[in-house]
């Protein structure tokens, strides 16, 4: 059995080969045998020993005044477990995630705080509010997590021959996961190439280039099927530089700062509801956007671990949102259901499932036109054991439900981030229901 195959208390296992990969030892991005077997489902997700903590002490207690998630809910995250392990202690980790939390709002304006969670009349639902975190959307929530990491392994001396500050940061991404990698590169002053689409926005590209970050175009050549900045970012890993995406089958770790959501919606949800009749403090349904996955993904791992902590009562079903315009998660999900085979069959057989969208996908919620889902598996997964399902909207419903957000909450919303809420208007069902608006209109 190699290294990367004995199990650690903290470690990474891929979802598709089952191999366990320690931290400490293996970069916890890529699985290693991505390349040899590419067709198996390779996505490497964190593992933390959750069972030993109660809520209390994992940052869930009612009294818990901490405002920062990383602070409050470090015992949750591999970051913590890992300096823990190597010679840190608790004090000079929480010093660690203030220093580069400083340095964030030094960039940004704000660092880390949770972010509202308020009930809606109008909507007839909760809605988390991530337009105001750091760079506008809840994409430096996933980054943040890497970072932590990184730099973790750099005080403690760990992968010390990746010569880690020798690379170069890389992501692929249309807008506001750049935006969040570029913010938080430059907080820890780490160079970072971000790749983006000929139509990424203007006012994007001046506040990247603020950032200092490197700014690669990338176009769509004719007849070349798959995302034209996923393929150039992939080059740039290959040459040497970190992952530092969104995409879980590229960094598997980035999924754990999405959990940060769950934790904090969990939170925040036993607080406004404490005192509640029992069994009845929970959400019925929630309704996540989905581009690549990592968003949902990470929302329902921190679900399900402030469940097993007992914090919530019950999971909400997971209604996942895609757009006419491109719904490569439906697509596998009336795969798998037609297949009739378990999931970990279904991931020895990606290509049957998932494959990068046929044509140029065109939406208003342009965010989540993602070729390929990256996160099917934990998606289906979780939709099966809640007993949600996969929505594809229409534009009119973007576009409504985007009114109708806007106004409600009376913030610019962008239409990828209202677009959980188009869901809620298409299935129209009732319940104690709950969405995030993801990201503000730039
Ligand atoms: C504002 C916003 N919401 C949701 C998403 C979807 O997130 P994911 O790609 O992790 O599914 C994105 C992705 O770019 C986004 O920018």
Aim: hydrophobic fraction near 45%; charge should be negative; aromatic fraction near 6%.
């Amino acid at each position: 059995m190699g290294a990367d195959a004995q199990r650690a208390a903290v470690e990474m296992v891929c979802g598709g080969c089952g191999l366990h990969v320690d931290p400490a030892r293996t970069l916890p991005f890529r699985c290693p045998s991505a390349a040899r077997d590419a067709g198996i489902d390779h996505v490497l997700a964190r593992r933390v020993p959750i069972d030993e903590l109660d809520a209390d002490a994992a940052g869930f207690g009612a009294a818990d005044a901490e405002r920062n998630p990383f602070v409050r809910f470090r015992r949750l995250t591999l970051a913590w477990h890992v300096a823990m392990a190597h010679g840190l202690d608790d004090d000079a980790y929480v010093a660690l995630v203030r220093e580069l939390d400083d340095a964030v709002a030094r960039v940004d304006g704000s660092g880390f705080r949770a972010t509202p969670l308020a009930h809606h009349d109008a909507l007839g639902a909760w809605v988390k509010d991530e337009t105001g975190n750091v760079s506008g959307s809840h994409k430096a929530r996933h980054l943040m997590g890497v970072m932590l990491a990184l730099r973790v392994f750099e005080v403690t001396g760990l992968h010390a021959d990746a010569e880690l500050r020798s690379r170069p940061l890389a992501i692929a991404s249309c807008g506001n996961a750049a935006l969040a990698a570029a913010v938080v590169a430059r907080a820890a002053e780490w160079p970072i190439d971000v790749y983006i689409p000929l139509d990424a926005s203007e006012a994007v590209v001046r506040r990247l280039g603020d950032l200092g970050a490197r700014i690669h175009v990338c176009q769509r050549e004719a007849g070349a099927a798959g995302d034209p900045c996923v393929t150039a970012f992939r080059a740039a890993v290959s040459g040497g530089a970190i992952p530092f995406g969104v995409q879980g089958s590229e960094s598997g770790l980035c999924v754990e700062g999405g959990h940060t959501l769950g934790w904090e919606l969990a939170a925040q949800f036993a607080a406004q509801l404490a005192g509640a009749a029992a069994g009845d403090a929970g959400l019925d349904a929630i309704y996540v956007q989905v581009g690549g996955g990592a968003l949902a993904a990470g929302l329902y791992r921190g679900l399900r671990e402030a469940r097993a902590l007992g914090v919530l009562r019950r999971l909400p079903r997971l209604y996942t949102v895609q757009t006419e315009g491109a719904w490569p998660l439906r697509r596998a999900w009336d795969r798998w259901r037609e297949a009739g085979v378990d999931l970990a069959a279904a991931l020895r057989d990606r290509g049957s499932f998932m494959w990068p969208w046929e044509t140029e996908p065109r939406s208003i919620a342009h965010g989540i036109l993602d070729d390929e889902t990256y996160e099917w598996a934990t998606l289906l997964d979780a939709m099966d054991e809640s007993g949600g399902e996969p929505l594809v909207v229409d534009e009119d419903t973007l576009r409504e439900a985007n009114r109708v957000g806007c106004a409600a909450i009376g913030i610019a919303v962008s239409h990828t981030g209202t677009a959980g809420l188009a869901g809620v208007l298409a299935k129209r069902a009732p319940g104690r229901i709950g969405v995030v608006f993801t990201g503000a209109e730039r």
